[in-house]
């Protein structure tokens, strides 16, 4: 989408303009007057929830599980759900299964690239509250304090029938404009950010500028900053471009 | 013919002092050392008895007698039998020599092992971390490491007890053995 690639550049505007005290550059907030309006938001939903391109992070064993949902006998894409590469072009972050601290940053990295609006769905038991590695020390027990999840498909491992209803639920939502949990990762940013702090450590730093982009969605509530995020911006290095470098540098093979 | 090295093999090792041999099997041989003389047997093994194979390295943590027991399995192709060198270690300060120079893949063992258990092996490539690279605790493998303590301290827990479940226990299914029971 090109909302994610024009971000960096609207926002330097935006910065720029509230700085002279003038309007932001999209509003947002403003009431919708147009009665056609609403009929067009429902078009959209309703176009939104019968195309969906879903990441599977296959963490765990309920990924055994999406083979047979994707495929031939479940067949998710008679509801419009396929796989997607990228997390960019992906509209569905889909974790199956247990969630250790090292694939948690990883996670955390592969949500915060997805474009919005964006839907997370934890499968299994594991992305709940641990399941059955409860008390390992190297799994994050409940998914949900470090994203917003929208959709929690329970069992150990639930089956392929419980996913595609767990999919129909989130596309009901959707439809109905009641999903609009990625939202909260924005207006309770300080909240998600402490409790990836608490096991990653102070130094913790994500390559996307959460605030900045909170700003850009004018989603900026009085939950988005405090004492993590300013934490964050003690340590936090202005990301810079890869350097270009032709193939002299490389070591022959 | 492998039945014929398999009985060399035994009278062999029984030659050596401080080794304790037992045939599990025809294709199986425990076989107990003095930490000292480890490195020696397995030269042997490899060098003139066609054990080129090194399968794994175990530890167990024998916390009771305050030892390591490190289990060296190797593993013969042309006899068609595996070794299992066991040897304990004191745990305290847990340190012992690196068979990298018998076998090259004991390298990735033996850094496992340091990242699990602590243990250090003198002369192997690299002791620095491994799979738990988000880790900077006590080895979590050790038996004086309280897992179960690590997380309540460090997790928080989350109920999922929902009405179907309820119902399911009262029909007598569901969890029917809690973790305090089946810890016994």
């Known amino acids: 989408m090109s909302k994610n690639k024009t971000l960096t550049k609207k926002d330097q505007m935006q910065q720029d303009k509230a700085q002279d005290g003038q309007q932001m550059l999209v509003d947002f907030t403003r009431p ?5 309006a609403n009929v067009f938001d429902g078009l959209v939903r309703f176009c939104q929830s019968r195309s969906m391109f879903m990441l599977h992070y296959c963490t765990g064993c309920g990924a055994i599980e999406l083979p047979p949902a994707m495929t ?3 067949d998710m894409e008679r509801l419009g759900i396929q796989p997607m590469v990228t997390p960019r072009q992906a509209d569905i972050l889909l974790i199956t299964g247990y969630v250790s601290v090292k694939t948690l940053k990883r996670i955390i990295l592969t949500y915060e690239q997805m474009a919005a609006p964006k839907y997370v769905i934890g499968i299994c038991s594991c992305t709940v509250n641990g399941g059955m590695y409860w008390q390992s020390y190297a799994t994050a027990k409940v998914l949900r ?36 949990n990625w939202k909260r990762y924005f207006q309770n940013y300080d909240y998600y950010l402490g409790n990836q702090q608490k096991l990653f450590g102070d130094h913790w730093q994500t390559p996307t500028d959460i605030i900045s982009e909170a700003r850009h969605y004018d989603l900026i509530t009085e939950n988005t900053l405090g004492k993590h995020t300013a934490l964050l911006e003690k340590h936090q290095a202005p990301l810079q471009a890869l350097e270009m470098t032709l193939q002299q540098n490389r070591e022959r093979v | 013919m492998t039945q014929e090295l398999n009985v060399w093999l035994d009278k062999i090792l029984g030659d050596i002092e401080n080794v304790k041999i037992e045939r599990k099997r025809s294709n199986r041989l425990r076989v107990d050392v003095d930490a000292r003389a480890l490195p020696a047997v397995l030269e042997l093994l490899q060098g003139r008895a066609s054990y080129v194979h090194l399968s794994a390295i175990s530890c167990v943590d024998r916390i009771d007698d305050d030892e390591f027991e490190l289990v060296y399995h190797v593993w013969s192709y042309e006899a068609r039998s595996l070794v299992s060198a066991h040897t304990r270690i004191p745990r305290d300060p847990g340190v012992y020599l690196s068979i990298y120079d018998l076998y090259v893949p004991a390298a990735f063992f033996e850094r496992d092992i340091h990242e699990m258990f602590g243990v250090y092996f003198e002369g192997s490539p690299d002791m620095g971390k491994f799979i738990l690279t988000e ?34 226990e009262k029909e007598g299914g569901g969890i029917t053995t809690p973790a305090e029971d089946a810890r016994k």
């Open chain 1, 32 to 36: 919708r007057t147009n009665p056609m």
């Open chain 1, 72 to 74: 031939s006998r479940f």
């Open chain 1, 145 to 180: 304090e470090y994203l917003p999840v929208d959709i929690y498909i329970a069992g150990c491992m639930p089956r392929p029938e419980a996913i595609i209803e767990g999919l129909q639920v989130l596309m009901d939502d959707i439809k109905t404009g009641r999903a609009e």
């Open chain 2, 135 to 168: 880790w900077d605790g006590p080895p979590p493998m050790r038996k004086d490491f309280d897992s179960e303590k690590f997380v309540n301290e460090t997790f928080n827990r989350e109920q999922y007890h929902p009405q179907w479940l309820k119902d399911l």
